[in-house]
């Protein structure tokens, strides 16, 4: 099977990262660097599932980083700094308000959808900024990182790399499973032909709102995470920007391939550290970097050793077909 | 006589003025095919749309199997027996064919909320729709990239697909359009050895096949139904001679 070749490159990246402290990537600098990359990998995998296996282009995905970020604060706001307490809470959190915000967003489609979950986005945004108690649009620092049986385990270094690999690590294993079983299979049915999925008896639009949360779940996971990281919480997280670049991140690596979001992520976390050093106007170079990685990297950074996986579809696909949207009117 | 599987009663629907579906009342029987013959534009792919539920209808009721099931949606009337073939091929062009065949099969077995086991190592549903394509004449093709399929195996791929959903009527909206000589044979004898298994209702246009085939034949001219009888009954019928069928291929 052709499986375990593809396999190749996101276990190379993986064992890399574990192996990076003990290359001399120990500096508090590049933990920082990795530390980033990785939060936001796992953010970009939660939006791969929806825009590649579902179909789904979500402008909103920074909403549920932003709540899951801002969970850590008003908790450590309230004296709460139990890991166990707060990375479930701001999961749930984050999962909650896409269930709800989903109910409502996925009942349109295409353009609509983008636009919806946009303003649904931009609503979470400025909810943070009027937060006066955490800070309003000036942000919050925290007190210090969440802690783990009552120790400061997260401070370390070294062992919060190697959490956020495993937590990356266990994303990707556990995304990559809900692609593959049934579920997956009419989410993706779903996706390329809805009228087809109709036809044989399932309706999509409750098994893209499950996705939906199980995306803002883990995207949450990794607000609080970032949150973690920085030790500060502020509006910027929730920026539509921020959702703009994990898209970019999930195109980039690859909408074909799951993994293809770990790599985007990589990629465009060192691609700024590297031409903010190179160049004092280094954005100018990195949009032209952009249109050149999607004109010629059709299936994304995991096309070039990848070829697209045979029983998912290309990424053409990912656009709403006039079926989908007659389906949808008629119904 | 014996209740019938599908029964449609005084259905209606306009599209703005224009009058597409016009107080249609007919019925299936279990085992039966009724093949529904017209001109183009009598409104023939409309009623099939409202008899799957993809449309709804202004008026009138749609009866499956003695349950009133004008108000259920497309995907329950699929779950609920009722599976129908489109005119313009309808598939999952980046499945291969077997998964195509084995989305269907999931539907009927048990819950799709499933997360974390491989859909595609269930033996079950592989074996059912193997099953399935081997009754088409597909079992060599399983394999294959549906999108990459010639015409006529994706038509026969959307048959494999109807009969997987163990439905009790299937809705055959032009099964043969684009087939070629040979594959309108082999697809002909497809659907005589259904018959004893399913309702069938047909929306055919190639007249040989449907005097071969059909049980019952009705005439929709104008969204009417302008007469319902045995193929003998409508080929000496002269009012479906003119309005439809021509002289000529009467002769």
Known sequence: MTGRARLLLPVLVLAGLAAAPFLGFDTGFAYTL?????????????????????????????????????????????????ALVVFPAAALLAGLFALVTGAVSLRTSGVHFIMITLAFGQMAFFTASSLSALGGDDGYTLYGRTEWMGTRLLEDRAAFHFILLALLAGTWLLLSALID??????????????????AVGFSPFPYRLVAYTVAGAISGLAGALLA??????????????????????????????????????????????????????????????????????????????????????PPKAAAPKAATLEARADA | MP????????????????TVTD???LTVLPGEIHAVIGPNGAGKTTLIHQISGTLRPDEGEVVFAGQRVTDWSFPRRARAGLARSFQITCIVPGFTALENVALAVQARSGSSFRFFR??????????????????VGLGHRAGVVAGSMSHGEKRQLE???????????????????????????????????LRQRYGILLVEHDM???????????????????????????????????????????A
Not at chain 1, 181 to 198: K, T
Not at chain 2, 186 to 193: K, M
Request: aromatic share 6%.
């Open chain 2, 159 to 193: 048959l494999a697909v109807a009969l997987a959903m163990e439905p009790r009527l299937l809705l055959l909206d032009e099964p043969l359009a684009g087939a070629g000589p040979e594959e309108t044979e082999r697809l002909v004898a497809l659907l005589r050895s």
């Open chain 1, 34 to 82: 990795m530390a980033r990359a990785m939060i936001l990998g796992m953010a970009a995998l939660s939006l791969s599932l929806l825009v590649g296996g579902a179909g789904l282009v979500s402008l909103g995905q920074a909403a549920m980083l932003g709540i899951g970020a801002y969970a850590v604060a008003a908790l450590d706001h309230a004296g709460v700094t139990n």
């Open chain 1, 228 to 313: 973690n990281a920085t030790e500060f919480v502020s509006p910027a997280t929730l920026a539509w920007g921020r959702s703009g670049e994990l898209l970019f991140m999930v195109i980039l690596g690859g909408v074909g391939q799951l993994y293809g979001a770990i790599l985007g992520a990589l990629a465009i976390v060192l691609l700024e550290e590297w031409l903010s050093h190179l160049l004092n106007y280094w954005r100018l170079a990195f949009g032209p970097l952009l249109i050149l990685s999607v004109l010629f990297l059709r299936n994304g950074l995991a096309g070039i050793t990848a070829p697209p996986r045979r029983r998912r579809a």
């Open chain 2, 23 to 25: 107080d249609v009342s």
């Open chain 1, 181 to 198: 079983s049934r579920f997956g299979r009419v989410l993706r049915a779903s996706r390329e032909n809805a009228l087809r999925a109709q």
């Open chain 2, 3 to 18: 209740e019938p599987l599908l029964e449609l009663r005084g259905l209606r629907k306009r599209f703005g003025g224009l």
């Open chain 2, 118 to 135: 491989p859909a595609h190592l269930e033996a079950r549903l592989n074996e059912a729709a193997r099953a399935a394509l081997e009754g």
């Open chain 2, 208 to 250: 040989g096949a449907v005097f071969a085939l059909a049980d019952r034949v009705s005439v929709l001219v104008y969204g009417r139904v302008v007469i319902t009888g045995t193929v003998e009954e409508i080929r000496s019928h002269p009012e479906v001679r003119s309005a439809y069928l021509g002289e000529d291929e009467m």
